[in-house]
């Protein structure tokens, strides 16, 4: 016979997990590397075939920046 659940929450961890006794873990040791924000961005395999790491990648999306601002620049004077 199942034991019926009052709450979704209370069934998420076994009784014998009990983090109050865990030692060393240090509240909000992540907090400033979160409150400054990541971006991080999942390639499809193929893109990442072509670039070995996040310097390629950089370096790649800063020229194809410069080329839009020369289209658009010069578009603008036509």
Request: net charge negative.
């Amino acid at each position: 016979m199942k034991k019926e659940i009052k709450n979704e929450m209370e069934d998420e961890l076994r009784s014998e997990y009990d983090f109050s006794q865990l030692k060393g873990g240090i509240r909000g040791k992540y907090v400033e590397r979160y409150q400054n924000g990541t971006n991080l961005v999942l390639l499809d395999p193929d893109v990442a075939e072509a670039f070995p790491n996040a310097e390629a990648v950089n370096e790649a999306l800063r020229l194809l920046i410069q080329i839009a601002k020369r289209q658009q620049a010069s578009a603008a004077s036509d």
